[in-house]
């Protein structure tokens, strides 16, 4: 029995119901977080002290980190090429789930939450335009790697495509100004198109 704990419209629960939704798996969701509180209740913490979401139960097995989720989840109940048995091939996917982490998180937060979260009147724009600059610098690397393969997985759609491919939705969606990027822009259309994506990741910005 799979239950997947966070609310919707986190972009790290959205990874993990993507890939579930890929998966084709059969879950229960608990909205959790945010307005849905319980992340602070003494239950929750016991699961996760981190008191943040996603958080996978598997039967008895419990499970923090939305990457980490989305590997088990894909290692578990997925097949190649979405979860390549290659160990090369998994590595060269799995890098990117990483790479997700570090360099774009911090810029894409305080983009998305001065874009998104912050009334125009009280935005940092200054900040706000730090964080564009910062997300194109990184975003070039994507571009280069897409002009040489269709998915960031390589020649197929895969785990390496979740995190980034989640996050990439509020990119281009959010009112900015943003560099032309044909063959990042393939992706994200490719992306688009497939059923889970639109279900789990193209929900209005919140």
Not at 38 to 61: H, I, M, S, T, W
Not at 81 to 93: G, K, M, S
Not at 160 to 179: C, H, N, S, V
Request: aromatic share 12%; hydrophobic share 40%.
């Amino acid at each position: 029995m799979l239950t997947i704990w966070g609310r919707k419209n986190s972009n790290n629960v959205k990874k993990v119901l993507w890939c579930a939704g890929e998966l084709g798996l059969n879950f229960t969701h608990i909205n959790a977080g945010g307005a849905y509180g319980k992340v602070n209740e003494a239950a929750y913490r016991a699961l996760n002290p981190n008191g943040l979401v996603p958080l996978l139960q598997d039967d008895d097995f419990v499970l923090w980190e939305s990457n980490t989720i989305v590997r088990y989840l894909a290692a578990k109940f997925g097949q190649p090429p979405f979860y390549p048995q290659d160990l090369q091939a998994r590595a060269a996917a799995e890098k990117w789930m990483d790479w997700q982490i570090a360099p774009i998180a911090a810029p894409f937060r305080t983009l998305f939450w001065g874009i998104v979260r912050t009334e125009p009147e009280q935005r940092d724009n200054q900040q706000i335009e730090a964080a564009i600059k910062e997300m194109e610098h990184h975003l070039d690397i994507v571009e280069q790697t897409l002009a040489n393969q269709p998915y960031l997985s390589g020649e197929t759609f895969g785990i390496g495509d979740i995190p980034l491919g989640t996050f990439i939705y509020a990119w281009f969606e959010m009112p900015i100004k943003r560099q032309p990027r044909p063959h990042m822009e393939r992706w994200y259309q490719q992306l688009c198109a497939r059923p889970a994506y639109q279900s789990a990741v193209m929900l209005p910005l919140s």
